[in-house]
């Protein structure tokens, strides 16, 4: 038999965290294949916006959150931890769907439509398992010593 041993949340979120960046990354990346695209770029735009500084300061802010989520739900106490990956995996649902904007074809619609579903997949997770955090039990009540009780002892 296989023993299937209890993974704390924190490093479930950590690992989905880390999945989400790596996909992210990735998908990227080979979207650089796509016939016209580095040109588009090279040539100073993303989507209908300019690069330049502004652009790219916004970009990193963007995904500097994502970045720094596995460290965070390591790190965190319980409430903010959870509260953190509420709020930041739904905010990066529409951030997800709106990577498909801009798009004039639908050559790539079955890269886009799996890129998107792996990425709101993993955010789904995220919400799930920080909404599903285990809550401590509190131990059974004991009862406090009294002068009697001490009495009886001795």
Do not use: C
């Not at 963007?62 to 409430?79: D, G, Q, W």
């Not at 993993?122 to 401590?136: C, G, K, N, V």
């Amino acid at each position: 038999m296989l023993e299937t041993l209890r993974i704390p949340v924190q490093a479930k979120l950590a690992a989905a965290w880390t999945s989400f960046m790596f996909l992210y990354a990735y998908v990227d990346i080979l979207g650089f294949y796509r016939p016209g695209h580095l040109e588009e770029i090279l040539g100073g735009s993303v989507h209908e916006f300019q690069t330049g500084p502004t652009f790219m300061s916004l970009a990193l802010t963007a995904l500097a959150v994502p970045i720094l989520m596995p460290l965070l739900s390591t790190t965190l106490p319980a409430r903010v931890n959870r509260t953190l990956n509420l709020v930041v995996a739904t905010l990066y649902i529409p951030f997800s769907l709106y990577n498909v904007s801009g798009e004039q074809t639908w050559d790539y619609s079955s890269f886009f439509g799996l890129s998107i579903g792996l990425e709101v997949l993993l955010l789904a997770f995220i919400l799930r398992s920080a909404w599903t955090w285990p809550r401590r039990t509190s131990p059974p009540a004991t009862l406090a010593p009294s002068a009697d009780r001490e009495a009886a002892r001795i």
